[in-house]
């Protein structure tokens, strides 16, 4: 019986051996894109042993990228056939149920996916399975399993990103925020995140932060050119809002100023500060108000009074020389 054995288990081991060969031949082509050479492999891998689901599951993968929907949905099946806990191809099936927009079906095989306790892409299904709700039009559930996949990896920059963006749509400026400064804290510290943030401060109006994002993005040597075009359009709007600013501000000045009168009394100048202080104080025992200190080059000016025209400040000029108080008239900037 020994000597029975010995041959078979060697055959065992020989074809292990041919197909783990092909398997990873298959799976550096499919990560370089050569999806036509990762099908060759994969397929010759399945004829060496047709009851090894990774195999399955590969192909079905590979499938899936190149649209062969049909051949990816056999491919998953056949690896659940022969082993019916291997979730990640239960996953796997989820994912390309979502893909061809047969929903019930997606929601089934993710959730039978994340039910194994053992399997360890949970995060994934709840992913995909927020993106199935989604596009149901269920967003409460679309946010509650976006939540369990960043809940389950924190670390899921996809499932992160788009619980920002999310977060964003829905003005939860806070949320998103705190979401994306987190990541940072992380040390990831990604054009998208940085993109991410800069978005977050020009909604909520911190344009100083979110220049800064903005900086950030475009001294990054991995942002593509969509990212730069993007952070090129956020600093457009940035610098808009704050020549708007401004000149709502000078808008403002001007009407306080026409408002308070442009004109005012000029009664004294001082090279110290303090001797205009002194005047001041005098000025308002005799009772006046409305006296202003302006410093200009180092002199230091006792302005008296705001009046709308210089007919009002001069009628005011004739009333203080009754009181002994001389000065002329000036334009009050």
């Known amino acids: 019986m020994l000597v029975a054995c010995a041959p078979k288990a060697e055959k065992e081991a020989e074809k292990e051996k041919?197909?783990?060969y092909l398997?990873?031949?298959?799976?550096?082509?499919?990560?370089?894109?050569?999806?036509?050479?990762?099908?060759?492999?994969?397929?010759?891998?399945?004829?060496?042993?047709?009851?090894?689901?990774?195999?399955?599951?590969?192909?079905?993968?590979?499938?899936?990228?190149?649209?062969?929907?049909?051949?990816?949905?056999?491919?998953?099946?056949r690896a659940i056939q022969v082993d019916p806990t291997f979730s990640e191809a239960r996953m796997n099936l989820g994912i390309l149920y979502f893909r061809m927009?047969?929903?019930?079906?997606?929601?089934?095989?993710?959730?039978?996916?994340?039910?194994?306790?053992?399997?360890?892409?949970?995060?994934?299904?709840f992913y995909h399975l927020a993106k199935v709700y989604k596009e149901m039009g269920e967003v409460d559930r679309y946010m509650e399993y976006l939540k369990k996949a960043t809940a389950y990896n924190p670390l899921f920059i996809e499932a992160q990103l788009?619980?920002?963006?999310?977060?964003?749509?829905?003005?939860?400026?806070?949320?998103?925020?705190?979401?994306?400064?987190?990541?940072?804290s992380n040390n990831i510290r990604?054009?998208?995140?940085?993109?991410?943030?800069?978005?977050?401060?020009?909604?909520?109006k911190r344009l100083d932060k979110a220049k800064d994002m903005v900086r950030m993005v475009l001294e990054d040597k991995q942002t593509?050119?969509?990212?730069?075009?993007?952070?090129?359009?956020?600093?457009?709007?940035?610098?808009?809002?704050?020549?708007?600013?401004?000149?709502?501000?000078?808008?403002?000045?001007?009407?306080?100023?026409?408002?308070?009168?442009?004109?005012?009394?000029?009664?004294?100048?001082?090279?110290?500060?303090?001797?205009?202080?002194?005047?001041?104080?005098?000025?308002?025992?005799?009772?006046?108000?409305?006296?202003?200190?302006?410093?200009?080059?180092g002199i230091y000016k006792v302005i008296y009074g705001r009046f709308k025209s210089r007919s009002e400040a001069k009628r005011e000029l004739e009333r203080l020389k009754d009181m002994e108080i001389y000065g002329f008239i000036v334009e009050v900037e």
């Open 224 to 297: 593509n050119n969509l990212q730069r075009s993007q952070a090129y359009e956020i600093l457009s709007k940035i610098l808009i809002e704050e020549q708007r600013r401004t000149m709502k501000i000078l808008e403002e000045a001007r009407k306080r100023k026409e408002e308070e009168g442009r004109f005012g009394i000029q009664v004294a100048a001082f090279s110290t500060k303090r001797g205009a202080e002194r005047l001041v104080e005098r000025l308002r025992r005799k009772g006046l108000s409305k006296l202003d200190i302006v410093e200009v080059s």
């Open 162 to 184: 788009e619980l920002g963006s999310a977060y964003m749509d829905a003005k939860e400026y806070d949320k998103a925020e705190k979401l994306y400064l987190s990541l940072l």
């Open 23 to 77: 398997y990873d031949l298959g799976m550096s082509a499919y990560f370089a894109k050569n999806y036509s050479e990762a099908i060759a492999h994969f397929y010759r891998a399945t004829k060496v042993d047709p009851e090894e689901p990774k195999i399955w599951n590969a192909l079905g993968n590979t499938y899936m990228a190149v649209g062969e929907f049909r051949k990816a949905e056999e491919s998953f099946l």
């Open 190 to 204: 990604r054009p998208e995140v940085f993109l991410s943030l800069a978005k977050v401060y020009h909604e909520t």
């Open 101 to 125: 927009k047969d929903y019930r079906k997606a929601i089934d095989n993710l959730k039978a996916a994340i039910s194994d306790e053992l399997f360890d892409k949970k995060h994934i299904a």
């Open 18 to 20: 041919e197909w783990r």
